[in-house]
């Protein structure tokens, strides 16, 4: 069965960077998107980007631009999202949720949540 | 910057019927937005419910249903279950990008 299963809970300095990996299995790797989306506690969710795992294409939100990286490891099935300069803001639950390549969300990962303080 | 638009609360009685929307600021939804739906509980991961504005996953109970309403997308619950409490967001495509509304809090 399909599984995306997301790495664990962190808590991060101010200015620190996080990387949040999503595994997944129960379906050929490289036929499907992968997106990160967040949910800031109290707020909605926001969509931070893209990966293509064919060839780590990335597309991001511009509200992330210069501060987020989507990478891929075909080898293992794995995508990260790495988020850099970390301010108190960026506490959330993270997930990573898969897309069909004709903008069919389906199946997502667990969260994983991201504490930023001091 | 594209904002998405979504009620922010809204209260069905069991057995009733509700329809969420979806508006994007750039303009009338279609289906070249390819809007999503998804169930949010507390504790739990998202639940995709609606793909493709009016499709659904074989998970997605049939009570649900997605469709274009008024220039907006929209998600209709039929027969409301006290089970179907939960938050409720959109995302839609906008060329490269999706934008998600801001959720809708169900109350049954």
């Known amino acids: 069965q399909v599984q995306l299963v997301q790495s664990g809970a962190e808590v991060q300095k101010p200015g620190a960077s996080v990387k949040i990996s999503c595994k997944a299995s129960?379906?050929?790797?490289?036929?499907?998107?992968i997106h990160w989306v967040r949910r800031v506690p109290g707020q909605g969710l926001e969509w931070m980007g893209m990966i293509d795992p064919r060839n780590g294409n990335t597309n991001d939100a511009q509200e992330f631009q210069g501060r987020v990286t989507m990478t891929r490891d075909t080898s293992t099935s794995t995508v990260y999202v790495h988020l850099s300069s970390l301010r108190s803001e960026d506490t959330a639950e993270y997930f990573c949720?898969?897309?069909?390549?004709?903008?069919?969300?389906?199946?997502w990962g667990q969260g994983t949540l991201i504490t930023v303080s001091s | 910057q594209t904002l998405v638009t979504q009620e922010p609360s809204l209260t069905v009685s069991p057995g009733g019927t509700v329809t969420l929307t979806c508006a994007s600021s750039t303009g009338a939804v279609t289906v070249d937005n390819h809007a999503n739906w998804f169930q949010l509980k507390p504790g739990q991961a998202p639940r995709t419910l609606i793909y493709s504005t009016t499709n659904k996953h074989s998970w997605t109970p049939a009570r649900f249903s997605g469709s274009l309403l008024g220039g907006k997308a929209a998600l209709t619950l039929s027969r409301a279950q006290p089970e179907d409490e939960a938050e409720f967001y959109c995302v839609l495509f906008h060329g490269i990008i999706w934008v998600f509304g801001g959720g809708t809090k169900l109350t049954v």
């Open positions: 129960g379906y050929r790797f490289t036929s499907y998107f």
């Open positions: 949720v898969r897309e069909e390549l004709n903008w069919i969300f389906d199946y």
